[in-house]
């Protein structure tokens, strides 16, 4: 074993080069690689325990042990989120820039917490949130700040709401049954009791039911509740469905209820003018989270909250502090700090300005328009499929299908069963990774194709070996 040169925590020039370049070499390799790579792998704790459980070492080690040990044992043991055939859940395929930018941020050690400590990165923030708030429609007063992901936006809003409403007694905040779970922990974070957490069904195509909001809020208001928010979906995780944001925004407008729009998934389809029409009426919320780490291919952790009026957010979150004082820079230079739950914070920013700037939007605009692209083929595929059947029409980017021929008479028992067997094919087959829904009682399965290196070829290969083990599986009954 080569003993190492370094001193202390520090690493001599000569070994910081190799080591970062054994790192770039391995993640070049990684990313080329995808392709003919499993999309997912995983291990049980009992095997993972026996290698890594333990006290931490008093002696050193050399680094490129430790970096060859956590590259062969530690990170393959996960889902590739950025395979191009990884269809499960939300996924995300970051760019190379994206992937440096976090590289450098870390490297230069920002923390984006005021304009004193990083002005730089907080330039950029304003700047990378400005096009989010053009991108929505909304006008200059609008502005936000980035996040580490949905759920921290959606409890920054509701917080926002709470606040904007003067901190009401007994608040009740409103979302359909489609909503995401983090809507209904940042409501209860932001202090509404689990009980007043309003959960409205959703009609024949996963919309918020309006008439029953209608009437749920006339009837907590009648019982002296306060209702406080509604959360309207602008691409639901199941189906992708999107609530009808006109109605509703006018509905909160004329109720005085604030209305925040959880675009997390969805929101970056506004970058392609199919997607500004699927989700017109965003632009009348009072708040919209939206998430660069899922469809504007950036590395996690980062989300947005766009609040229509900024001032809103600063009124929620600044809290001064004697120990901070000297990072008041004045007017016209936010502490991001002011504006969120945390005050270190990443530079978030910059991985979303350094992508954009080197690729332009015309090629981002393209690859989100390729999802949108691929999720219609597939949906006219399994449309014209006899032993496919659509569970719901496809939304931005998410496909919902099972097995079921044409005309047969299976029970709803029958072709959970028979979905579940192909699900459960294909997962160990290893050529895709997809997962399912539940969807009204009817077991679905679920393609989310948002990733900008997915091509049809592939999206067609795993349909068919949908199609194949589904006809084993209807063979079997
Ligand atoms: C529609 C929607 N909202 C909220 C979230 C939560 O976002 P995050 O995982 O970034 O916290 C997700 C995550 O997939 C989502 O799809």
């Known amino acids: 074993m080569r003993k190492a040169e370094h001193d202390g925590l520090q690493m001599t020039p000569q070994e910081m080069r190799q080591l970062a370049s054994r790192v770039t070499e391995i993640l070049i390799e990684r990313n080329g690689d995808l392709d003919s790579s499993n999309a997912w792998d995983g291990e049980f704790r009992e095997v993972l325990e026996e290698q890594f459980w333990g006290p931490p070492p008093e002696g050193e080690r050399p680094a490129e042990e430790v970096l060859e040990q956590v590259v062969r044992d530690v990170l393959p043991n996960a889902a590739r989120l950025d395979h191009p055939r990884f269809f499960g859940f939300i996924p995300s395929s970051p760019t190379w820039p994206g992937i440096l930018a976090d590289y450098l941020a870390a490297g230069f050690n920002i923390n984006s917490c005021t304009w004193l400590v990083s002005s730089g990165t907080s330039q950029l923030e304003l700047t990378v949130v400005d096009w989010m708030r053009d991108w929505i429609g909304f006008s200059e007063s609008a502005g936000g700040l980035l996040t580490s992901g949905g759920s921290a936006a959606s409890v920054e809003a509701l917080v926002t709401a709470r606040e904007a409403a003067g901190h009401p007694e007994r608040p009740t ?58 959360c309207a979906n602008a691409g639901s995780a199941s189906t992708g469905s999107i609530d009808r944001l006109d109605t509703l925004s006018s509905f909160c407008a004329s109720e005085g209820i604030w209305l925040h729009v959880d675009a997390a998934y969805g929101g970056f389809a506004l970058v392609t003018s199919e997607g500004k029409e699927h989700l ?9 989270g939206m998430d660069a780490h899922k469809w504007f ?19 929620a979150f600044a809290i001064g502090h004697d120990v901070l004082q000297d990072t008041v820079w004045g007017s016209n230079h936010p502490n991001f700090a002011d504006r969120g739950l945390q005050l270190s914070r990443a530079a978030r920013a910059l991985k979303i300005w350094m992508s954009v700037q080197t690729f332009g939007m015309a090629k981002f605009r393209a690859a989100v328009q390729n999802g949108l692209d691929l999720a219609r083929r597939a949906g006219e595929y399994v449309d ?94």
């Open 297 to 315: 291919f950036q590395p996690y952790e980062v989300g947005a909250l766009i609040v229509k009026n900024a001032k809103q957010l600063e009124s």
């Open 173 to 230: 905040v409103y979302m359909s049954d489609q909503s995401h779970s983090a809507l209904k922990r940042a409501a209860f974070i932001a202090g509404v009791h689990r009980d007043h957490i309003r959960i409205v069904s959703s009609d024949d195509n996963f919309r918020i039911n309006l008439a029953e909001l209608t009437e749920q809020v006339r009837d907590d208001r009648a019982k002296g509740l306060h209702p406080l928010a509604v």
């Open 384 to 477: 014209s499929n006899p032993v496919l059947e659509m569970v719901t029409p496809v939304s931005l980017g998410i496909v919902c299908f099972r097995i079921k021929p044409e005309g047969s008479t299976y029970d709803e028992a029958t072709l959970e069963d028979v979905n579940r067997k192909v699900l459960a094919r294909v997962f160990w087959d290893e050529l895709a990774f997809f997962s399912s829904t539940s969807l009204k009682g009817v077991f679905s399965l679920r393609f989310c194709i948002i990733n900008h290196t997915t091509t049809w070829e592939g999206v067609h290969r795993t349909l068919d070996r949908v199609v194949e083990f589904g006809k084993e599986a209807l063979n079997e009954l």
């Open 280 to 288: 017109a009426g965003i632009e009348n919320a009072d708040s919209v």
